[in-house]
C-alpha cells in the first residue's frame, strides 16, 4: 500500500535530501562546539555560526545573536514566559493576554505562574471581532504581556499578528509570538515587525529535524536564563554570561539539528515561502471544494483559501468530523485501511477545542504539505467517500 502523509502540521514529512546530508557530514565531521581550539571543535562552531547566519537572514533579523537555538518551540515559548517571570516582570495581580487558539505550550506555562506567582490571564476570542477584543481587554486590564499564536494549528486561521505588533508596540507592551505553524510559510521581517519574542519549530516548515527551535529575542527586551551551565566562554566565571546567544544557550547545542534546519531554511529560500504555501493551499482549496459537496463532512476553520492578491489566507490545515464516525475511529480507518495518515483528537490545543465546542470528541485534522499531490488528495476523498457509504449501509 502506497501511504500518504497529511500530519504536516505536526512534522513536515519528508525532509530533502539536503537536511539529511547536513546532518551527517555534521556527524561525521563536527565535534562539541566552543569546547577546544582543535580542528574538530572548530569546523562545529564554524557550522552553527553559519547556520544562525543563515536563519537571522531567512527571518530579516540583521543582530544575529540575539537568534537563540533551543531545543523545540515549547522550550522556547517556556524561556520567554519563565525567563520573564525569574526577571520579576510579574507580580501577584499582574495580567497576560492571549487568544483562543493557543497551544498547551503557552497555556500550561501561563497556568504554572498563575498557580506560582498569582497573575491572571484573559481570551480574546478568534473571530471577526478578534482585533478589537483584544484592544478592549488591553484597555480593561493593561497587560504585562500578550502572547498570540500566529496561526491555529487546529483551523489554520491566520490571526493579524503584523498590525497586533505596531500598535502593541506603541502602547508598550511585549508581544510573545508562537510562530511554530507559519515560519517558512511566508517571508518576514522580525527586525521591523514589533513583535519582543518571536518562537518557532525547526521541524515544520522551516523542514528541518525535530529537536530545535527558535528564539528571537527584540532589541530593548530581555531575558533571564531559566537554564544555567557551560557555555565555552567566561568559565573562569561562575556568573551566567551577560551577552547573547550565550546567555541563553548554556550546554552542548544539537549541532546535527542545527545543521539540518539551515539546510531546510536554504532549501525553502531557493523554492520560495510563497510559493510552497500556494502550492500546499491549492491542495487546501481541492479539498474544500470537494467537502463542500457532500453532507456528511463538517468542516471547521475558514473556508476562504486566497486573499484578492494571490496571497495565502490562512495555513494548510483542515479539521473536520464525519457524520456516523468518530475522529478516532476515522483516523484508525484511513490509517489501516487506506494508508492515510491524519492526526485526531485534542491537537495539544485545549482552549480552541473549547471554543469550537469540541472538547468531547476532537477532530480529525489534515495538514498538507508540499510532497502532496492532487491525486493524493483525490485519494483521501474517495476514501472518505468508501467509508461515509459503509455507514449508511450498515
Not at 13 to 34: H, Q, R, W
Not at 47 to 62: K, M, P, W, Y
Not at 115 to 139: C, H, Q, R, T, W
Amino acid at each position: 500500500m502506497d501511504r500518504i502523509y497529511f500530519d504536516n502540521a505536526a512534522s513536515s514529512f519528508p525532509k530533502p535530501k539536503s537536511v539529511i546530508d547536513a546532518m551527517t557530514e555534521y556527524l561525521t565531521t563536527c565535534g562539541n562546539p566552543g569546547r577546544g581550539a582543535h580542528q574538530f571543535a572548530l569546523d562545529a562552531a564554524r557550522t552553527i555560526f553559519d547556520a544562525r547566519e543563515t536563519v537571522a537572514e531567512f527571518l530579516g533579523i540583521s543582530a544575529s545573536e540575539r537568534l537563540i537555538f533551543t531545543g523545540g518551540c515549547t522550550t522556547s515559548l517556556n524561556m520567554v514566559l519563565k525567563g520573564l517571570a525569574e526577571q520579576g516582570v510579574f507580580k501577584e495581580g499582574d495580567s497576560i493576554l492571549v487568544s483562543s487558539r493557543e497551544h498547551n505550550s503557552v497555556m500550561r506555562p501561563i497556568v504554572q505562574l498563575q498557580d506560582s506567582l498569582g497573575i491572571m490571564y484573559f481570551v480574546a476570542p478568534v473571530g471577526d471581532n478578534f482585533e478589537a477584543d483584544l484592544k478592549e481587554l488591553v484597555a480593561k486590564h493593561s497587560p504585562k504581556l500578550v502572547a498570540l499564536t500566529w496561526a491555529s494549528n487546529v483551523t489554520g486561521e491566520l490571526l493579524p499578528v503584523p498590525t497586533i505588533a505596531k500598535w502593541l508596540k506603541q502602547e508598550g507592551i511585549m508581544l510573545l509570538v508562537d510562530g511554530a505553524q507559519t515560519a517558512g510559510k511566508f517571508d518576514v521581517h522580525l527586525e521591523d515587525s514589533g513583535i519582543s519574542f518571536y518562537c518557532a519549530s525547526g521541524h515544520k516548515g522551516l523542514l528541518g529535524p525535530p529537536g530545535v527551535g527558535l528564539l528571537y529575542l527584540a532589541p530593548g527586551v530581555s531575558l533571564y536564563p531559566v537554564i544555567a551551565g557551560g557555555t565555552g566562554s567566561r568559565s573562569e566565571s561562575l556568573a551566567i554570561p551577560s551577552v547573547y546567544p550565550d546567555r541563553l544557550e548554556a550546554g552542548t547545542l544539537p549541532g546535527p539539528a542545527i545543521a539540518g534546519l539551515a539546510a531546510g531554511v536554504e532549501w525553502v529560500k531557493q523554492h520560495g515561502s510563497r510559493e510552497i504555501l500556494n502550492a500546499e493551499l491549492k491542495l487546501v482549496e481541492q479539498f474544500i471544494n470537494w467537502a463542500g459537496q457532500v453532507d456528511y463532512i463538517n468542516l471547521f476553520g475558514p473556508t476562504k483559501t486566497f486573499d484578492g492578491d494571490g496571497s495565502g489566507a490562512r495555513m494548510p490545515i483542515v479539521s473536520l468530523t464525519m457524520r456516523g464516525l468518530s475522529p478516532s475511529d476515522l483516523a484508525l480507518v484511513l490509517d489501516t485501511e487506506y494508508g492515510i495518515a491524519a492526526r485526531p483528537g485534542l491537537h495539544c490545543s485545549a482552549l480552541t477545542h473549547e471554543s469550537l465546542s469540541t472538547m468531547q470528541t476532537g477532530l480529525l485534522r489534515l495538514s498538507f504539505g508540499l510532497s502532496n499531490t492532487q491525486e493524493e488528495v483525490e485519494r483521501l476523498c474517495n476514501a472518505l467517500e468508501e467509508i461515509a457509504s459503509k455507514i449508511r449501509v450498515s
